[in-house]
T-cell receptor
C-alpha cells in the first residue's frame, strides 16, 4: 500500500544541523519530495530527488535516499530560526503525491 | 501574482449544513487537487482533477463532491457536513498530473469547523 511515515517533532539549537527522516513503502516511486509549511500558510516545494540518485545537495540542504531501505532524509546545515516549520516528505506514486504526517522542526536560539 | 486562491479562509458550519469551498488558479495548470490536513495525519488527498473535465477520488473522498468548472476552477462541496470534516482544506495545482516533477502550488488553506 501507499504509506509515508515521519516522526512528528524535532528540536535543535540554532547553528546545529537538523536531520529529518522519512520512510516510504512504494518502491516504484519515481520521485521523492520535501515540502515546507510555514505557520498559517500552504506547502511549498523545498527540494526533490529522482529515484536513481543517492544524494542531492542544494545550498544548506542535503537529501539522502536509501532505496534498499526505502528511507529518505533531509539534512539542514547551520539551522536558523527561520527554518522553524513543518517539513513534509512525499512520494510520487501512480501519478499522485502521497504525503507523510509532517515533522515539526523547532529551532531554539 | 495570485497563484492559487481559496475562499473562504474560515467557515463555521452546523452538522448537516452544506457548503462549497472555491479554488481558482491563474497559472494555466492542468491538474488540481483538494487535500485535508489534520494534526498527526499529514495531508490526505480528497479528490483530484488531472485535466479539465475529469475528476478522480483520492484517499478520503467520502462525504465530498467536486466540480472542475473550467481549467481555472476546482470546487469542493460538503453536502451534509459532519464534525469529522473539521479540518484545514488545501487546494493545489500542478502543470501535469504529478510527474515527472510533482511540484504542487498550494493555496493558503480554508479552516473549516463543523459543530
Amino acid at each position: 500500500g501507499e504509506d509515508v511515515e515521519q516522526s512528528l517533532f524535532l528540536s535543535v539549537r540554532e547553528g546545529d544541523s537538523s536531520v529529518i527522516n522519512c520512510t516510504y513503502t512504494d518502491s516504484s516511486s519515481t520521485y521523492l519530495y520535501w515540502y515546507k509549511q510555514e505557520p498559517g500558510a500552504g506547502l511549498q516545494l523545498l527540494t526533490y530527488i529522482f529515484s536513481n540518485m543517492d544524494m542531492k545537495q542544494d545550498q544548506r540542504l542535503t537529501v539522502l535516499l536509501n532505496k534498499k531501505d526505502k528511507h529518505l532524509s533531509l539534512r539542514i546545515a547551520d539551522t536558523q530560526t527561520g527554518d522553524s516549520a513543518i517539513y513534509f516528505c512525499a512520494e510520487l506514486t501512480r501519478g499522485k503525491l502521497i504525503f507523510g504526517q509532517g515533522t515539526e522542526l523547532s529551532v531554539k536560539p | 501574482n495570485a497563484g492559487v486562491t481559496q475562499t473562504p479562509k474560515f467557515q463555521v458550519l452546523k452538522t448537516g449544513q452544506s457548503m462549497t469551498l472555491q479554488c481558482a488558479q491563474d497559472m494555466n495548470h492542468n491538474s488540481m487537487y483538494w487535500y485535508r490536513q489534520d494534526p498527526g495525519m499529514g495531508l490526505r488527498l480528497i479528490y483530484y482533477s488531472a485535466s479539465e473535465g475529469t475528476t478522480d477520488k483520492g484517499e478520503v473522498p467520502n462525504g465530498y463532491n467536486v466540480s472542475r468548472l473550467n481549467k481555472r476552477e476546482f470546487s469542493l462541496r460538503l453536502e451534509s457536513a459532519a464534525p469529522s470534516q473539521t479540518s484545514v482544506y488545501f487546494c493545489a495545482s500542478s502543470k501535469t498530473s504529478g510527474g515527472p516533477i510533482g511540484e504542487l502550488f498550494f493555496g493558503e488553506g480554508s479552516r473549516l469547523t463543523v459543530l
